[in-house]
């Protein structure tokens, strides 16, 4: 309920500062959350928060690291869009309540990946082993681009342990 409720409020407030600002700042907000179709018809972008669905699934571990992968998933009817990067104002909840994790990011960040129907990308959430840490069954982020970030915040589900050290991947192509 927390999360829908926050995707509307951004949705309508993205929606309402891009009209409000006109002239070519909006043309350029407009491009990363429409596009336009083969057919010539405005489509919403596959990336922006409400056109997507993220889910967080355990990854093998490596030395020294568990590892979580945030896979992203678009219906039929939305735009392809590109990513690049790791996600940024990345926070975990558990059972709504806010964990006092600060996550950090590794990996090459200018790569940029086609994400859409058919096309799924995924990222990588790395945290350090040693501790109990904190347990979280939500993560939220803002996706960027090649040229900056998508307006709004995306949300995952899935069980996951974080701990200060943590960090976050560049989002890559598949599942």
């Not at 040229?147 to 560049?170: C, Q, W, Y």
Request: proline share 9%; charged share 15%.
């Amino acid at each position: 309920m927390r999360t829908t409720t926050r995707k509307i409020a951004v949705t309508a407030a993205a929606t309402a500062l891009v009209g409000a600002l006109g002239g070519g700042t909006a043309a350029h907000a407009s491009s990363s959350t429409t596009a336009t179709s083969a057919d010539g018809n405005a489509a919403p972008s596959a990336c922006r928060p409400a056109n997507h669905i993220a889910k967080i699934g355990a990854a093998p571990a490596t030395s020294g690291h568990r590892h979580y992968r945030v896979t992203l998933t678009a219906a039929p009817g939305y735009e392809p869009c590109r990513l690049a990067g790791s996600p940024t104002d990345v926070r975990f909840y558990h059972h709504g309540s806010l964990d006092g994790v600060t996550a950090g990011r590794y990996g090459p960040q200018h790569m940029a990946v086609t994400f859409g129907p058919g096309h799924p990308v995924h990222f990588d959430i790395q945290v350090p082993h040693g501790s109990a840490g904190a347990p979280a069954d939500e993560a939220t982020f803002t996706l960027r681009t090649p040229d900056g970030v998508i307006p709004g915040e995306s949300s995952a589900r899935g069980r996951l342990v974080v701990d200060a050290g943590t960090a976050i991947g560049p989002v890559r192509p598949g599942a």
